[in-house]
């Protein structure tokens, strides 16, 4: 059964960090390209960052860039996301997801989804 869990959310004033890990199993990603989305209350999902398979390559949204950085541990089949100078508008459901081909800014190139880890940035 091919897992992906995301684990570290919580609730942070702004300007805090939180470190936030996701956990796959049941299949290697190890050459997927892995990505962070978010969803916050009333509104769409939004991509976040995504991460080559080699994790040489990063990609952020404007509105994370700078603040956010992605990372990958092949080996232990685990991919991070930490994020510093949180602001009340990174409140949301966060998501991670595997895309084993296709553009990375593509939501649809996703093909395997967490069930999402809560953070909530307080004013």
């Known amino acids: 059964q091919v897992q992906l869990v995301e684990s570290g959310g919580g609730l942070v004033q702004a300007g805090g960090s939180l470190r936030l890990s996701c956990a796959a199993s049941?299949?290697?990603?190890?050459?997927?390209?892995m990505g962070w989305f978010r969803q916050a209350p009333g509104k769409e999902r939004e991509w976040v960052a995504a991460?080559?398979?080699?994790?040489?390559?990063?990609y952020y949204a404007d509105s994370v860039k700078g603040r956010f950085t992605i990372s990958r541990d092949n080996p232990r089949n685990t991919v991070y996301l930490q994020m510093n100078s949180l602001k009340p508008e990174d409140t949301g459901v966060y998501y991670c997801?595997?895309?084993?081909?296709?553009?990375?800014?593509?939501?649809?190139?996703?093909?395997?989804w967490g069930q999402g880890t809560q953070v909530t940035v307080s004013s």
């Open positions: 991460i080559s398979w080699n994790g040489v390559s990063t």
């Open positions: 049941g299949r290697t990603f190890s050459r997927d390209f």
């Open positions: 997801a595997a895309a084993p081909s296709g553009a990375y800014y593509y939501t649809s190139s996703y093909e395997y």
